[in-house]
């Protein structure tokens, strides 16, 4: 059960992103209602996809060989998300998927990199991995499946999203995409997906018992050294430098956090014009391998250095947004070099989330932060980061 304090603070955001945000409350109304009727026919088990017979057959094979292959490891992932949006640039949510995807890969890379590698243990950085893994895994294999009916309801010219209980998708994301063909209201979409995607992860990553031991070392972990307390865009600026635009998060293990900071990044993204060309123009030109290179190659490089990095001294190499002089820039691998591919298990407690209409209030937009320019924000943890890990190195190598 939720502590008060967490209860308390799930409350606020919940009323701050009403109090400054807005919400298409004729719609709302309506997908309650809808929600409502849904859920008075009561539970019942996934339709069986074998029974599925002719064109609609042929469409879910089509559509779970596609979720197959692009669901392979995050850089995958991460491609197939950004080729949708390039297809259907309605679809707003696989823009922000794709950045928020692509933090997930730097994550998974600052294990192995120049930072981590030095003070965490083999062990922790595997179980970290597998963690990321497994919640960027089920997203993907949940929303995919989704975005590719859509793309087959435009060309079939009719809705087929009777299709998507055999996806194993909520009843809640039936109603959302059904009024979407209907209105084309794209916001309202997004904020649908934040919230569906966000509730299939809370049983199945967040509190299930396999991550319990990563999770209650998360706090340390994470805010030490994985720098996971911040979600950051890079994007082209007017004068052609990368800078980064996001928010900070609070914690990963509120669902409430989670959906808040979705709703925060969709805002900056979609919001601030300068972001959202910036971000289109550096994904244009900058395919994502996992690297931090791939946005600041003159603080990093994909380049193991010679010996490694595992237990070694480090000193701190960063002054700002630039190497101090005679620095050598920071080691931040490509995915593909560090980690394998994991052949994921499917999807286990496969029960619906959405248990009562109230999910529908949650579909409110919020402000884009007036601070969503992190650029010396992050630099300003990255040396805080260097700092830990020098001294941290320097108790280890004694």
Known sequence: ????????????????????????????????????LALEKGNSPAPDPLLLT?????????????????????????AAYWE????????????????VSRNGGY?????????????????????????????????????????????????????????????????FMRVIWERFFATHDAELLTLGLIINEQNYIEHRVVQHPNYKPVLESFEFQAQTFLNLTQVAFPYRSQTNR????????????????????????????????????????????????GSRADYWPHLYTDQAPAGGTKRKRY????DGAVLRPGAKPIYSPRLTDV?????????????????VPDAAEQLYTAKPDSSYKITALYCNTLRLVERAVAAESWLNSK
């Open 315 to 318: 000193y701190p190499r960063v």
């Open 84 to 99: 949708v949006y390039k297809r259907r640039p309605e679809l707003h949510w696989a823009l922000l998927a794709h950045m």
């Open 339 to 355: 980690w394998p591919d994991v052949a994921d298990p499917e999807a286990s407690g496969g029960d619906d989330w959405c248990l």
């Open 107 to 171: 994550c998974m890379t600052d294990l192995r990199g120049d930072l981590i590698a030095r003070v965490m243990e083999e062990r922790e950085a595997e179980a970290f991995f597998q963690f990321l893994e497994r919640a960027n895994w089920l997203i993907f294999g949940d929303a995919y499946p989704q975005l590719m009916l859509y793309e087959a309801s435009v060309k079939a010219g009719r809705p087929l999203f009777h299709l998507l209980p055999h996806f194993g998708v909520s009843r």
């Open 54 to 78: 002719g064109e609609d057959r042929r469409l879910y094979d089509r559509i779970r060989r596609a979720t197959r292959e692009h669901n392979r490891n995050n850089i995958t992932r991460t």
């Open 242 to 289: 990368t800078e980064l635009a996001g928010c900070v998060v609070d914690t990963f293990l509120s669902l409430t956090e989670r959906i808040d900071t979705g709703r925060r990044l969709y805002a900056i993204l979609f919001g601030r014009p300068d972001v959202h060309q910036g971000v289109i123009a550096f994904a244009k030109s900058t395919p994502h391998t």
């Open 1 to 36: 059960m939720a502590s008060l304090q967490e209860r308390w603070r799930n409350f606020w955001k919940r009323l701050r992103a009403r109090l400054t945000g807005h919400s298409n409350d004729k719609e709302v109304r309506e997908i309650r209602r809808i929600l409502s």
